[in-house]
Protein backbone atom coordinates (compact mmCIF):
# COMPACT_ATOMS: atom_id res chain seq x y z
CA UNK A 1 0.00 0.00 0.00
CA UNK A 2 2.69 2.06 1.01
CA UNK A 3 4.13 1.92 -2.93
CA UNK A 4 0.47 2.83 -4.34
CA UNK A 5 0.15 5.68 -1.88
CA UNK A 6 3.53 7.47 -3.12
CA UNK A 7 2.34 6.98 -6.97
CA UNK A 8 1.75 10.66 -8.00
CA UNK A 9 -1.30 9.66 -10.07
CA UNK A 10 -5.00 11.38 -10.07
CA UNK A 11 -6.40 8.34 -8.14
CA UNK A 12 -10.27 9.50 -8.52
CA UNK A 13 -9.69 8.89 -12.10
CA UNK A 14 -9.31 5.15 -11.34
CA UNK A 15 -12.40 4.59 -8.59
CA UNK A 16 -9.88 4.98 -6.18
CA UNK A 17 -10.49 8.59 -4.32
CA UNK A 18 -7.76 9.57 -1.74
CA UNK A 19 -9.92 11.65 0.46
CA UNK A 20 -8.41 13.36 3.93
CA UNK A 21 -10.56 12.05 6.13
CA UNK A 22 -12.90 8.72 5.40
CA UNK A 23 -15.54 8.34 7.89
CA UNK A 24 -16.63 4.79 8.01
CA UNK A 25 -20.27 3.55 7.40
CA UNK A 26 -21.83 0.89 9.92
CA UNK A 27 -20.81 -1.81 7.04
CA UNK A 28 -17.23 -1.21 7.32
CA UNK A 29 -15.56 -3.89 9.27
CA UNK A 30 -13.82 -2.63 12.63
CA UNK A 31 -9.40 -2.61 11.69
CA UNK A 32 -10.59 -1.32 8.31
CA UNK A 33 -7.06 -0.20 6.17
CA UNK A 34 -9.41 2.19 3.56
CA UNK A 35 -7.78 1.81 -0.24
CA UNK A 36 -9.59 4.40 -1.69
CA UNK A 37 -13.53 5.36 -2.76
CA UNK A 38 -15.51 5.52 -5.76
CA UNK A 39 -16.81 8.48 -4.62
CA UNK A 40 -20.19 7.49 -4.55
CA UNK A 41 -22.86 5.29 -2.81
CA UNK A 42 -20.54 4.94 0.01
CA UNK A 43 -18.61 2.40 -2.02
CA UNK A 44 -14.88 1.67 -0.72
CA UNK A 45 -11.99 -0.27 -0.38
CA UNK A 46 -10.08 -1.52 2.17
CA UNK A 47 -7.59 -3.89 3.76
CA UNK A 48 -7.96 -5.74 7.18
CA UNK A 49 -5.94 -6.41 9.60
CA UNK A 50 -3.89 -10.06 9.05
CA UNK A 51 -5.49 -10.45 6.09
CA UNK A 52 -4.02 -10.31 2.69
CA UNK A 53 -7.02 -9.90 0.14
CA UNK A 54 -8.72 -6.40 -0.26
CA UNK A 55 -11.94 -5.85 0.56
CA UNK A 56 -15.25 -3.70 -1.22
CA UNK A 57 -17.67 -2.27 0.94
CA UNK A 58 -20.84 -1.31 -0.65
CA UNK A 59 -23.06 0.09 1.87
CA UNK A 60 -26.05 0.72 -0.84
CA UNK A 61 -26.44 -2.18 -2.12
CA UNK A 62 -25.43 -4.80 -0.27
CA UNK A 63 -27.06 -6.84 2.90
CA UNK A 64 -25.97 -9.13 5.56
CA UNK A 65 -23.28 -11.30 3.76
CA UNK A 66 -22.64 -9.05 1.09
CA UNK A 67 -21.75 -5.91 2.54
CA UNK A 68 -18.35 -6.56 2.07
CA UNK A 69 -17.26 -9.06 -0.35
CA UNK A 70 -13.64 -9.99 -1.13
CA UNK A 71 -12.27 -8.33 -5.28
CA UNK A 72 -8.47 -9.50 -4.84
CA UNK A 73 -6.74 -12.14 -2.58
CA UNK A 74 -4.46 -9.67 -2.66
CA UNK A 75 -3.07 -5.95 -3.26
CA UNK A 76 -1.01 -6.96 -6.67
CA UNK A 77 -4.08 -9.59 -7.80
CA UNK A 78 -6.14 -6.61 -7.07
CA UNK A 79 -4.77 -4.05 -9.10
CA UNK A 80 -4.48 -6.28 -12.08
CA UNK A 81 -8.06 -6.53 -12.04
CA UNK A 82 -8.15 -2.97 -12.12
CA UNK A 83 -6.02 -2.59 -15.12
CA UNK A 84 -8.05 -4.95 -17.17
CA UNK A 85 -11.44 -2.76 -16.09
CA UNK A 86 -9.76 0.43 -15.94
CA UNK A 87 -11.50 1.54 -12.88
CA UNK A 88 -12.55 0.24 -9.61
CA UNK A 89 -16.33 0.61 -10.34
CA UNK A 90 -16.91 -2.89 -12.22
CA UNK A 91 -15.26 -4.71 -9.74
CA UNK A 92 -17.78 -3.48 -7.05
CA UNK A 93 -20.64 -5.11 -8.96
CA UNK A 94 -19.64 -8.41 -10.11
CA UNK A 95 -21.26 -9.86 -7.53
CA UNK A 96 -24.17 -9.08 -8.51
CA UNK A 97 -23.67 -9.12 -12.10
CA UNK A 98 -24.24 -11.71 -14.65
CA UNK A 99 -20.92 -12.03 -16.76
CA UNK A 100 -22.97 -10.86 -20.04
CA UNK A 101 -23.70 -7.87 -17.84
CA UNK A 102 -19.93 -6.95 -17.00
CA UNK A 103 -18.88 -8.05 -20.06
CA UNK A 104 -21.68 -4.84 -21.66
CA UNK A 105 -20.34 -2.33 -18.51
CA UNK A 106 -16.83 -2.24 -19.97
CA UNK A 107 -18.20 -1.98 -23.47
CA UNK A 108 -19.84 1.09 -22.22
CA UNK A 109 -17.04 2.52 -21.09
CA UNK A 110 -14.68 1.72 -24.20
CA UNK A 111 -17.76 3.06 -26.52
CA UNK A 112 -17.68 6.30 -24.68
CA UNK A 113 -13.83 6.94 -25.20
CA UNK A 114 -13.87 6.17 -28.80
CA UNK A 115 -16.77 8.77 -28.89
CA UNK A 116 -14.22 11.04 -27.31
CA UNK A 117 -16.58 12.04 -24.25
CA UNK A 118 -14.35 14.02 -21.34
CA UNK A 119 -10.95 13.07 -22.83
CA UNK A 120 -9.21 15.29 -19.65
CA UNK A 121 -10.82 12.32 -17.51
CA UNK A 122 -9.88 9.34 -19.91
CA UNK A 123 -6.04 10.83 -20.14
CA UNK A 124 -6.11 11.54 -16.46
CA UNK A 125 -7.24 7.52 -16.36
CA UNK A 126 -4.74 6.54 -18.87
CA UNK A 127 -1.83 8.10 -17.14
CA UNK A 128 -2.82 6.66 -13.95
CA UNK A 129 -2.99 2.86 -15.42
CA UNK A 130 -0.09 3.49 -17.06
CA UNK A 131 1.80 4.39 -13.75
CA UNK A 132 0.45 1.87 -11.84
CA UNK A 133 1.24 -1.18 -14.46
CA UNK A 134 4.79 0.46 -14.61
CA UNK A 135 5.16 0.27 -10.70
CA UNK A 136 4.15 -2.73 -9.57
CA UNK A 137 5.41 -4.86 -12.91
CA UNK A 138 1.81 -6.08 -14.08
CA UNK A 139 -0.67 -7.04 -16.86
CA UNK A 140 -4.53 -6.29 -16.99
CA UNK A 141 -5.84 -9.84 -15.33
CA UNK A 142 -9.77 -10.45 -16.20
CA UNK A 143 -11.32 -10.43 -12.96
CA UNK A 144 -14.86 -12.08 -13.54
CA UNK A 145 -14.25 -15.85 -12.84
CA UNK A 146 -11.66 -15.59 -10.36
CA UNK A 147 -13.87 -12.84 -8.01
CA UNK A 148 -17.15 -14.14 -8.63
CA UNK A 149 -15.10 -18.08 -7.12
CA UNK A 150 -13.31 -15.66 -4.76
CA UNK A 151 -16.47 -14.62 -3.34
CA UNK A 152 -18.74 -17.52 -3.36
CA UNK A 153 -16.01 -19.31 -1.11
CA UNK A 154 -16.02 -16.32 1.41
CA UNK A 155 -17.52 -16.57 4.98
CA UNK A 156 -18.54 -13.33 6.08
CA UNK A 157 -18.79 -14.74 9.40
CA UNK A 158 -15.03 -13.91 9.91
CA UNK A 159 -15.80 -9.72 10.01
CA UNK A 160 -15.46 -8.05 13.10
CA UNK A 161 -18.33 -5.18 12.91
CA UNK A 162 -19.15 -2.22 15.14
CA UNK A 163 -22.10 -2.06 17.02
CA UNK A 164 -23.55 0.35 15.08
CA UNK A 165 -23.81 -2.43 12.26
CA UNK A 166 -26.23 -4.72 14.22
CA UNK A 167 -28.21 -1.56 15.94
CA UNK A 168 -28.80 -0.51 11.96
CA UNK A 169 -30.00 -3.94 10.85
CA UNK A 170 -31.46 -5.17 14.39
CA UNK A 171 -29.38 -8.02 14.87
CA UNK A 172 -28.70 -9.77 17.73
CA UNK A 173 -25.06 -8.15 18.61
CA UNK A 174 -22.34 -11.18 19.63
CA UNK A 175 -20.94 -9.04 21.96
CA UNK A 176 -24.38 -7.90 23.47
CA UNK A 177 -22.92 -4.36 23.85
CA UNK A 178 -25.29 -1.73 22.13
CA UNK A 179 -23.97 0.94 20.16
CA UNK A 180 -24.05 4.18 21.86
CA UNK A 181 -27.19 6.77 21.54
CA UNK A 182 -26.27 9.66 19.29
CA UNK A 183 -23.02 8.28 18.46
CA UNK A 184 -20.88 9.04 15.83
CA UNK A 185 -18.48 6.92 13.60
CA UNK A 186 -14.79 7.88 13.86
CA UNK A 187 -12.27 8.74 10.76
CA UNK A 188 -10.37 6.74 9.08
CA UNK A 189 -7.48 8.83 7.44
CA UNK A 190 -6.15 7.56 4.09
CA UNK A 191 -2.07 8.98 4.44
CA UNK A 192 -1.23 10.98 1.69
CA UNK A 193 2.66 9.99 3.03
CA UNK A 194 4.78 7.18 2.30
CA UNK A 195 5.67 4.93 5.28
CA UNK A 196 5.64 1.39 6.46
CA UNK A 197 6.49 -1.66 4.31
CA UNK A 198 6.23 -1.45 0.86
CA UNK A 199 3.49 -3.80 -1.09
Not at 2 to 10: K, S, T
Not at 62 to 82: H, I, K, M, N, Q
Not at 152 to 157: E, G, L, Q, T, V
Not at 162 to 169: C, F, G, M
Request: with cysteine.
Amino acid sequence: MARFRALEIDASSIGLERSAGFKPYFCTPEGAEPVGTLGCDGVHFILLPGDQRVFCVDPAMGEEGTYVLPVGADFREFLSFLLYCRDANPMSQIWWMTEEQFRALLAEDSAARERGDIPEYFAARDAALTTVAEAFGLEPRDPFAAVRRMQKAFDPAGLVFSDEYYDVLGLENPRGTAAASGAHPHTLEIPTETGGEET
